[in-house]
């Protein structure tokens, strides 16, 4: 994985996977919950099994996401911090602090002058 957006799919049964090279299937998993950014939870991800040229059904799909690279201003340029992202669906369902999707809306945070979290968000799941 690297520190770029990945598009991805959130399979039955709640596995993640993204297509790497147009050709590549790579089965990934959320390891755990690695900080606060903004108010978005970005979680520490790794690979766990790849597939070459295997065909996934549009069935076995649930959702269509997105894995947005946390990112950190070093100087002028933007650098991403490896294996963490944002999860987000098609839908707007992201990840919670404890691995559960859904829609949520961030309640509180405090940043210092560095965007580093001085007190912890909390996340709410919407009625």
């Not at 990112?71 to 098609?90: D, H, R």
Request: charged share 25%; proline share 2%; glycine share 8%.
């Amino acid at each position: 994985m690297n520190s770029k957006p990945l598009s991805g799919v959130l399979l039955k049964g709640d596995s993640f996977a993204v297509v790497v090279y147009g050709e590549k299937l790579v089965y990934i998993e959320a390891l755990h919950l690695e900080q606060y950014q903004f108010g978005i939870p970005f979680w520490k991800w790794k690979i766990s099994r790849t597939y070459v040229n295997r065909v996934l059904n549009i069935l076995d799909i649930s959702h269509f996401c997105l894995l947005l690279p946390k990112l950190k201003c070093n100087g002028n340029n933007m650098v991403g911090f490896e294996n963490s992202f944002w999860f987000i669906t098609s839908k707007w369902l992201e990840m919670d602090n404890f691995g559960n999707i859904g829609k949520y809306k961030f309640v509180k945070a405090s940043y210092d002058e560095n965007d580093e979290a001085k007190e912890e968000g909390v996340i709410a799941q919407e009625d």
